[in-house]
């Protein structure tokens, strides 16, 4: 299973339920590298999306604790564990954390790979935080990219490996 976010120098993801940066590139990563793919995702998440639509090309599961909840496109689970049921016939490589902050932590050290984007800047108001992998003995960088400047920031790919797996 891998993670994937965007990150700020303080590990921030996300403020008010939005994301804190806009960057073309990376969402042509994110897809490239989740298409086809499943993704496990928190309700809150999902409703961040466009409409609150499911991403296409994509199985997404989403996690909550509303029994009541339904969404077209989407296997509802009510934890962490039922998610992970439904993905079961998934193959781990193609099988995606993508947020928000209480899932992450939750299922980060079951990941064998996080790939992150870190951005060179602070955001404001962030609420919302990914663990510092760089303070977690079993995690070690695998791969970073040279800087990309987009949208007035400049972030760059790395990509961690979980040496405990």
């Given at each position: 299973?891998?993670?994937?976010?965007?990150?700020?120098?303080?590990?921030?993801i996300g403020?008010?339920?939005?994301l804190l940066?806009?960057?073309?590139?990376?969402?042509?990563?994110?897809?490239?590298?989740?298409?086809g793919g499943?993704?496990?995702?928190?309700?809150?998440?999902?409703?961040?999306?466009?409409?609150?639509?499911?991403?296409?090309?994509?199985?997404?599961?989403?996690?909550?604790?509303?029994?009541?909840?339904?969404?077209?496109?989407?296997?509802?689970?009510?934890?962490?564990?039922?998610?992970?049921?439904?993905?079961?016939?998934?193959?781990?490589?193609?099988?995606?954390?993508?947020?928000?902050?209480?899932?992450?932590?939750?299922?980060?050290?079951?990941?064998?790979?996080?790939?992150?984007?870190?951005?060179?800047?602070?955001?404001?108001?962030?609420?919302?935080?990914?663990?510092?992998?760089?303070?977690?003995?079993?995690?070690?960088?695998?791969?970073?990219?040279?800087?990309?400047?987009?949208?007035?920031?400049?972030?760059?790919?790395?990509?961690?490996?979980?040496?405990?797996?």
């Amino acid at each position: 299973m891998n993670a994937i976010v965007v990150v700020d120098q303080n590990w921030a993801i996300g403020r008010e339920g939005d994301l804190l940066f806009s960057l073309p590139t990376d969402m042509k990563r994110f897809r490239s590298l989740t298409m086809g793919g499943t993704v496990i995702l928190g309700r809150k998440t999902l409703d961040s999306f466009p409409g609150g639509r499911p991403l296409p090309g994509r199985r997404n599961i989403v996690i909550t604790r509303n029994v009541d909840f339904d969404r077209d496109g989407c296997e509802i689970a009510a934890s962490l564990g039922a998610a992970l049921d439904l993905a079961a016939d998934t193959e781990d490589d193609k099988l995606w954390i993508i947020g928000g902050g209480s899932v992450y932590t939750a299922m980060l050290s079951r990941c064998k790979r996080v790939y992150l984007t870190k951005v060179d800047a602070v955001a404001d108001g962030a609420d919302t935080f990914f663990p510092n992998l760089d303070k977690l003995p079993a995690w070690e960088v695998e791969h970073t990219s040279d800087p990309i400047t987009e949208n007035g920031v400049t972030y760059q790919f790395i990509d961690y490996v979980n040496t405990k797996l």
